[in-house]
């Protein structure tokens, strides 16, 4: 599923001027056929994170076919050429490797933690199998049963998951954050096996093809092993992403959604810009840091005011990601307790949103909000998992790993002014889509 | 305040090619324990006090006492109001964290280097300087009773609280850590502090770091800001009755799901259980290795049933629950539990291969690094070692111990753990009517 809010991990060295402390080196590498492989040498543990991305997600699906980048995911387990159904995962838990993948709307990535001893073995795997896959009809109708079950428990049993798929298909009109990535099971109920073998023709190219290694290698050893494995495969151009431009909201709308819940909620949400670097950075920095004042740290507006000093909600945030591609979809929500109601909510949400557009905010709210954002990005070094995340989110979605630095300039630049601009121009109670949970008498409301 | 036991690094010999780094331990004069594994890549830090303050603490029918301590610790203090404490902790992005489980409180900081003094400083005042203040007290009780009742549209959480019930009753883990709507109603700010009282004190707590420092260093900050605290708590850790065993049981709770929930149970063992890494071995193949566990195999692999089905167990001072769970569409249900009932059936009567083994170890070993890969699972590692008691070189013998578990063991652990009868099954979901 798409991540709602990551921040992508940089230069530390502008946090920080202890000298005992590496900058990582980031490597990079094309190959003719337009696979791309990044390298960030981590050498502290014997252990790497081997990471696959594809230009391919959600958005790229036709209508009537949602879910399909998914439930493609699913049958790059299913057997190759080389490998029988399952098989993948069970030579990658005998080297001592654990395995999986995941699919958003803008990208599908495949990854292995590994002993960095086997590294090239793997990486040999992954060619093999993103060149001969399978495709047996057979396994195909498993797999859509097992998809099925994962909506059932992910989206269709949980009310909460339920309100944000529903609000988004009705706050965007063409953009595809409108669908969700899992699928509406009526197209679930509908895809078959040469829905998934088109897929795979149009989209499992070279030129979508991002390797992303972070741990114990050599980057010369492993372009060497990447340029005879998935260097190899036969150059095919990739069709354009699906980019369609959402046009403006012309006024606010609201939706209900009436399901089985113990509690209702609230949701209010709106198209807003992502990054495109060197030209609308501040913009899109001041942006994450109002997000950041509004649901970030232990002062988080949302909380402090809305929470614990007027009581119209038991839980309050907000969340955005500004390494979408063309827009997000900004989000704030409420959990509300028996009586709490959501017009009470809303109307203290736009009360504090007008406060931040209308005063000047104070330098060390500002200052901490800004900290705050560049402690995570050096939080997430600890782990290989999110550094070669970071890296390959920012490749797949063409903004670029190598723009890591610019990333964390344009926040240290935010101004007071600049956020106070940011929330009048954007989080707008006239461009909002707001959608209410509300439980459902009946049956089984509480157990 | 003088420091009483210096440093001791244990460095021992282990059977992988890569030295896993080795836990450096102090004791300050108070008794509490000290553990350090350095990592200089990253200018970080993670750290978590451990403490006997769990929820087997709550006083009975007040489940959730003693997570509401552990959440009004970290959000103000004796020395600053809530505001001020977040405005403090904010300034210096200081990531202050608590939670309790069945045996344990902890309270976590993941801290900058540059910001180390500062955050220990933090750390040290939450515990020792509690604010006790009534009205966020009782904004955080309102908060937490909404927030039961909206788990309550979880099946997952609604199976693990009667499954909780069912097996241990009156008995202290007999309830959920974060209390239900009904119990976090009936606490009083009394219940926090008398808990804190008895429980909250420094001798035999566990402070394990992992990050950006060396033990001089630490050594000093932690004598600075916790050298003063004295006390032991009224009852330690191994303070617990065993539960009496609950076995056959079977129940069926009604929710508006489209798929069912189905829950087997059982005691599980505890942690310091002699048979502990055969048992181990076996929950991996069974339903704990993921992709590669037979009932993945079996229910989603081969059928579709499924999307996720696993098998784990929560050793603790005694044993914890052993829980065996999936989701299917509703009228899947009973297929499920039958193919679930029959993969135990192949255990208990020895359908385990000298390979399936193999496989099994050889992933465990070769995947044992990745669970020490960063600061913050280090430090959930060595507070495990340190409050349950384990050898300073677990970790460098873990490999060992998985590599020495032989064929015969895991089948008389079979033969021991998963006989059907001894289990019971909650199931959640629509009841047909």
């Not at chain 1, 543990?45 to 594809?54: E, G």
């Not at chain 1, 073995?121 to 998809?147: P, S, T, Y």
């Not at chain 2, 992709?291 to 989603?300: D, G, I, P, Q, Y």
Request: charged letters at 25%; one cysteine or more; glycine letters at 8%.
């Amino acid at each position: 599923m798409r991540q709602a809010f990551l921040f992508l991990a940089l230069g530390y060295l502008l946090i920080s001027s202890d000298a005992a402390w590496a900058t990582p080196h980031m490597k990079s590498a094309r190959f003719p056929n337009g696979v791309k492989l990044v390298v960030d040498e981590s050498h502290a543990a014997p252990v790497a994170m081997v990471q696959v991305w594809l230009k391919v997600g959600g958005r790229d699906e036709m209508p009537g076919k949602t879910g399909l980048a998914h439930v493609f995911e699913h049958m790059m387990f299913k057997g190759s050429r080389k490998l029988g159904p399952g098989e993948f995962s069970k030579r990658i838990a005998a080297i001592g490797g654990n395995d999986n993948a995941f699919t958003t709307h803008d990208y599908t990535a495949y990854f292995e933690t590994v002993p960095a001893s086997r590294v090239d073995e793997v990486l040999g795997m992954e060619a093999e199998r993103f060149a001969h896959l399978r495709l047996d009809a057979e396994e195909f109708a498993k797999e859509i049963r097992v998809i099925q079950e994962e909506r059932r428990m992910r989206t269709e049993d949980d009310p909460n998951s339920r309100l944000f798929e529903e609000i988004s298909a009705t706050a965007l009109r063409l953009h595809p954050y409108r669908n969700p990535v899992i699928g509406w099971m009526q197209d679930l109920r509908r895809l078959t096996i040469e829905d998934v073998r088109s897929f795979y023709k149009a989209h499992y190219v070279p030129e979508n093809v991002i390797v992303v290694i972070v741990g114990d290698v050599e980057f010369e050893h492993v372009k060497a092993v990447v340029g005879r494995t998935f260097g190899r495969l036969r150059p095919r151009s990739a069709p354009p992403r699906f980019a369609p431009v959402e046009p403006e909201p012309l006024g606010p709308k609201r939706m209900v959604v009436r399901l089985p819940a113990q509690l209702p909620m609230v949701a209010i949400t709106m198209p807003v810009p992502v990054w495109r670097p060197g030209e609308n950075d501040r913009e899109v920095a001041a942006l994450a840091v109002a997000t950041q004042i509004l649901a970030g740290g232990y002062g988080a507006r949302l909380q402090r005011d809305l929470v614990d000093r007027e009581r119209l909600a038991f839980q309050a945030s907000a969340g955005y990601d500004p390494f979408g591609m063309g827009i997000d979809l900004w989000f704030a929500y409420g959990m509300l307790g028996p009586k709490q109601s959501a017009g009470q909510f809303e109307a203290g949400f736009w009360r504090l949103i007008e406060r931040l557009a209308s005063h000047e905010l104070d330098l060390d709210t500002l200052e901490a909000a800004k900290r705050n954002i560049i402690a995570d990005e050096v939080f997430a070094q600890d782990s290989l998992y999110l550094r070669a995340k970071e890296i390959g989110r920012l490749e797949a979605v063409g903004i670029g790993a190598e723009h890591r630095d610019a990333w964390l300039e344009a926040i240290r630049k935010v101004g007071p002014a600049d956020v106070r601009r940011v929330i009048h121009k954007w989080i707008r109670a006239d461009r909002a889509t707001t959608g209410v949970l509300q439980p459902k008498a009946g049956k089984g409301g509480r157990s | 305040m003088r420091i009483l036991l210096s440093c001791l690094a244990v460095m021992l010999v282990h059977v992988s090619a890569w030295a896993v780094p080795p836990i450096q331990q102090a004791t300050l004069p108070n008794g509490i324990r000290v553990l350090l594994m350095e990592a200089h890549d990253v200018p970080m830090l993670s750290m978590q006090l451990t403490l006997p303050a769990g929820s087997r603490f709550d006083p009975l029918g007040k489940g959730g006492a003693a997570a509401l301590l552990a959440a009004m610790l970290t959000d103000h203090t004796a020395r600053h109001d809530h505001d001020a404490w977040a405005e403090f902790l904010d300034r210096h992005a200081l990531r202050l964290g608590s939670d309790v489980d069945k045996d344990a409180l902890h309270v976590s900081l993941t801290v900058l280097r540059e910001s180390l003094n500062d955050g220990m400083g933090a750390l040290a005042e939450a515990l020792l300087y509690p604010g006790w203040d009534e009205n966020r007290f009782s904004i955080l009780r309102q908060d937490a009773v909404f927030a039961a009742r909206k788990a309550l549209e979880e099946p997952g959480v609604v199976a693990n609280a009667a499954a909780l019930e069912m097996l241990y009753g009156d008995h202290p883990y007999g309830h959920r850590s974060e209390g239900s709507p009904d119990s976090l109603q009936r606490i009083g700010m009394a219940d926090l502090q008398a808990i804190y009282r008895r429980q909250v004190k420094p001798a035999g707590g566990v402070l394990a770091v992992s990050g950006d420092v060396t033990m001089p260093e630490l050594l000093k900050l932690v004598r600075q800001y916790f050298g003063a605290w004295e006390g032991s708590p009224a009852m330690a850790r191994q303070d617990i009755a065993e539960p009496r065993l609950v076995r056959g049981q079977q129940s069926m709770l009604d929710m508006p799901t489209s798929q069912t929930l189905v829950q087997f149970v059982r005691l599980g063992p505890a942690r310091n259980a002699p048979d502990f890494f055969p048992i181990f071995v076996l929950n991996h193949m069974l339903g704990g290795g993921g992709f590669a566990s037979r009932l993945m195999e079996e229910v989603r692999e081969k059928r579709g049933l499924v999307y996720g089905i696993y098998s784990y167990f929560v050793p603790l001072t005694i044993g914890g629950p052993f829980t065996i769970m999936l989701q299917t569409r509703a009228d899947q249900a009973d297929e499920a539990e039958r193919i679930v009932r029959q993969v135990m059936q192949d255990f208990v009567s020895g359908k385990i291969s000298q390979r399936m083994l193999d496989a099994a170890k050889t992933h465990l070993v070769g995947s044992f690094a990745q669970r020490l890969d960063s600061n913050r699972e280090r430090v959930g590692l060595m507070s495990m070692i340190g409050f349950y008691g384990l050898p300073l070189d677990y970790l460098q013998t873990w490999t060992a111990h998985v590599r020495a578990v032989t064929l015969q063991q895991v089948r008389q652990q079979a033969k021991r753990w998963l006989r059907f009868e001894d289990w019971n099954v909650i199931r959640v979901g629509p009841i047909a009517r």
